[in-house]
């Protein structure tokens, strides 16, 4: 039988459990999750157990980086699902704060970051969520002072702007991003996933087709423009509605026109029914 893994959910019974795993000096790493947890998220994981003595898991489904539009009441909770799974990874710890121990009455501060946060991709389509990422990511690497931090490449966006904020504000941390981890039609694993009917599930893996058919061209050669202009008729054609399809620079996100930019991500947010999804790839 596993160990299920010691759950705080005070600040006081966090910074106990903290120092308990930090006796010898034994490294940290916290892998920033909100719960609903699949094998993207269990990668990151194994990733981080290779990396440090201890793994905290943090679960806290974090109110403001939804806006008031968005799927906050029906984000999927499945906390037992979770606990056993990460029990089965040997998890030491999973911080699990309610909201009011994260945004105490009188909260009143706020990260505004810039830089790959105003690159044009989600901040355009959701101008409230890096805000809040930021914010409440600041406050789990406070609040753990992990040595390492995991994040998935799914949200590729999000990535940049949590390792530009630890490095800004001098956090202590480093960032480190694991690759997406897919199904085996292609689909990015998102807990979001759950939302999408039969016929939808069955559609969602063009996003996935489309970046790859994307890649293809540019890499023979074919023009940008023209290639992401195919990707983006493919995506409707599967009854998408595209928010974007991009070549960025994979380090600044900045746009760019040729491979020689490079290196080159390719980026794509459509919605599906209601249901948002995004994806990405080395192009
Ligand atoms: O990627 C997520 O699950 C969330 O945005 C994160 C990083 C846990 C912050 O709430």
Not at 93 to 100: C, S
Request: no cysteine.
């Amino acid at each position: 039988m596993p160990n299920t893994p010691i759950i705080a959910r005070t600040l006081a019974s966090l910074h106990r459990a903290r120092s308990d795993l930090g006796k010898r000096n034994a490294n940290i790493a916290l892998v920033p999750t909100m719960g609903a947890l699949h094998d993207g998220h269990l990668s990151l994981v194994r990733l981080a157990k290779r990396r440090a003595k201890k793994v905290v898991v943090s679960i806290f489904v974090n109110p403001t980086q939804f806006a008031a539009h968005e799927d906050l009441g029906s984000y999927p909770r499945t906390w037992k699902a979770d606990i056993s799974r990460l029990a089965s990874e040997g998890v030491d710890l999973v911080w699990n704060p309610d909201v009011k121990t994260m945004y105490p009455e009188g909260f009143a501060t706020r990260i505004a970051p810039e830089g790959p946060a105003l690159a044009g991709l989600e901040d355009r389509f959701r101008p409230h969520f890096f805000g809040g990422v930021a914010t409440v990511v600041a406050k789990l690497f406070t609040q753990v002072r992990p040595d390492f931090a995991f994040f998935g490449e799914k949200d590729f966006q999000q990535l940049k702007v949590v390792t530009r904020m630890a490095r800004d504000l001098d956090l202590g941390v480093r960032v480190i991003g694991g690759a997406i981890v897919r199904e085996r039609d292609g689909l990015a694993m998102s807990s979001r996933n759950v939302y999408l009917s039969a016929e939808q599930r069955h559609a969602a893996p063009t996003l996935f087709r489309a970046l790859k058919a994307t890649s293809k061209r540019m890499r023979a050669g074919g023009d940008f423009r023209s290639a992401l202009a195919a990707a983006a008729d493919a995506i409707a054609e599967a009854g998408f509605a595209l928010d974007y399809i991009e070549a960025r620079h994979a380090e600044t996100l900045a746009p760019v026109s040729s491979l020689n930019d490079g290196p080159v991500r390719l980026l794509v947010a459509a919605k599906i029914g209601t249901t948002r999804l995004i994806d990405n790839i080395k192009a």
